[in-house]
């Protein structure tokens, strides 16, 4: 199996069953497949039907862009340099899973990413040693990500993971306990020379960020399966109408609104649904009452100030290739009040939502585009969003779209079993 992990979402056995879905292959050919079933469903239009698939050229074209799915695999994080490293995967489950790297010896990542919700944690506000500002986002699908976090406040997946372990509301730890827990801890210790092949070294922040580094791989590895919504939007692109017709009609009708007179396509394009960046939608600004969340406004400002940021010295990639939009970034008026537009693949699992879990249930994120308050969107560039005033069938329709996402299942869990030698001691 050790040889499979050069590229660490090796493909499942699903995938690996259809010989033809070479996923680099597909990058190169993905504008080949739009045109050729542009083509393919385009003849004869007939007024705004597309062949009678009941939607429109150009929503056909945007439908397609949802997919195809499984996406092509992003290479492994040049600024880690255990990204990919079946060792390093194992080490990082490992400390996933695990209390000791709590000050109280109780809080976990797991904790409030738990693998039977979709590893979220069901609360509005996470609450680790002490209630959190925010809600707690999957950890699902999070591999080559240009920003973290709801503000966007951390730029690579090895320094978004040191957050919760240094923040005294979440883990309370300091570079210090966890370098002292890692080299007093044997388990952990054997882990830790199996994937760096040294010993933990003196200097108690390096330990750290190696933790973080064993953090991401373990996180790399977890991607979401395929969905009712792929296997419509990929028999749309052959033209397949018999596996069309197995799509619901209530999802078929929300997608229309989804891509169409909705926009919501506008913010949450391609296959995973976001465009990775960062808008206002008109919620509350109060994270606790008479305290603001300033959202990307102040997470810009923590980036810049992050010592483990992908400019910083502890990036393994000399040349900083990713680093450019870091350097480059800056901050604007607009930024308050913004926030990261979250993927949507498993909505449905993901329950209470948005960056404060304000609200409960996809019927109230529907209800909340349908019925938008104007007054609310402080900032220029987001007119695209209006009130929508759907009906009560339209708004269960988008909902019964937003359901086909994908219901939490499966998860690729793509690591090795552990290795004995560690546990043996
Ligand atoms: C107390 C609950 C809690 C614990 C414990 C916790 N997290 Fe989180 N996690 C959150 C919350 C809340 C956010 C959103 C933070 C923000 O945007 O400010 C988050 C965000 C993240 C993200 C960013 C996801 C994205 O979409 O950008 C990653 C990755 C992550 N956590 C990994 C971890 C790891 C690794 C650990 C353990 C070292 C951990 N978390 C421990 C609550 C928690
Ligand atoms: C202007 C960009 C934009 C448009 C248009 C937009 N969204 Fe969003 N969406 C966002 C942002 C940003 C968030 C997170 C907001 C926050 O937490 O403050 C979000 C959050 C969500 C969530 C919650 C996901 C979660 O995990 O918490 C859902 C569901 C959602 N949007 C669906 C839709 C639907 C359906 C439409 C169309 C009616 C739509 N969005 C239109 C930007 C947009």
Not at 165 to 171: A, G, I, K, S, Y
Not at 217 to 228: D, M
Not at 402 to 414: I, N
Request: charged share 25%.
């Amino acid at each position: 199996m050790t040889s499979s992990l050069g590229s660490p979402r090796a493909p499942s056995a699903r995938q690996a069953a259809r010989p033809g879905r070479r996923v680099a292959a597909l990058a190169g050919r993905c504008a080949l497949v739009v045109s050729a079933a542009l083509a393919a469903v385009a003849a004869p239009a007939s007024g705004d039907d597309t062949a009678g698939t009941g939607f429109a050229p150009d929503e056909v074209a945007r439908i397609l862009s949802h997919g195809p799915w499984p996406p092509p695999v992003p290479g492994r994080d040049p600024s880690n340099r255990v990204s990919g490293n079946a060792d390093a995967i194992a080490f990082g489950e490992r400390l996933f899973f695990d209390t000791r790297l709590s000050s109280t010896g109780l809080v976990s990542c797991a904790r409030c990413h738990q693998p039977g919700r979709y590893f979220t944690d069901g609360h509005e506000r996470s609450i680790g040693i002490a209630p959190t500002d925010r809600n707690a986002p999957t950890v699902v699908d999070v591999r080559g990500r240009r920003w973290y976090g709801w503000d966007g406040s951390h730029d690579n997946l090895w320094s978004q993971s040191i957050r919760p372990l240094l923040d005294p509301r979440e883990m309370g730890m300091t570079p210090a306990t966890v370098a002292r827990t890692i080299r007093r801890e044997q388990d952990f210790a054997c882990r830790y020379r199996m994937t760096y092949h040294r010993d933990p070294p003196a200097d108690d922040r390096q330990v750290l960020v190696d933790v973080a580094k064993a953090l991401a791989a373990f996180q790399e590895s977890l991607a979401s399966g395929r969905t009712p919504f792929d296997d419509f939007r990929d028999a749309l692109a052959r033209g397949d109408r018999a596996a069309m017709a197995r799509y619901p009609e209530a999802a078929k009708r929300g997608l229309k609104i989804f891509v169409g007179r909705g926009s919501c396509s506008v913010c949450h394009v391609g296959p995973a649904f976001t465009n990775g960046e960062f808008h206002d939608i008109g919620l509350g600004f109060f994270a606790a009452p008479g305290r603001v969340d300033p959202g990307r406004h102040a997470g810009i400002a923590r980036l810049r100030a992050n010592s483990y940021n992908l400019l910083g010295r502890y990036s393994d990639d000399p040349a900083r290739t990713t680093a450019t939009s870091t350097r480059h970034v800056v901050q604007e008026h607009r930024n308050f009040g913004e926030f990261r537009v979250p993927g949507l693949r498993n909505v449905a699992a993901t329950a209470p939502y948005m960056h404060d879990g304000s609200l409960k249930s996809l019927r109230e994120v529907v209800r909340h585009y349908s019925e938008i308050d104007e007054e609310r969107l402080h900032v220029h560039g987001e007119r695209i969003l209006r009130p929508l005033r759907l009906t009560e069938p339209e708004s269960a329709d988008l909902v019964a779209f937003l359901e086909s996402l994908g219901d939490g299942t499966p998860v690729f869990r793509l690591t090795q079993r552990a290795r004995p030698a560690c546990e043996v001691l």
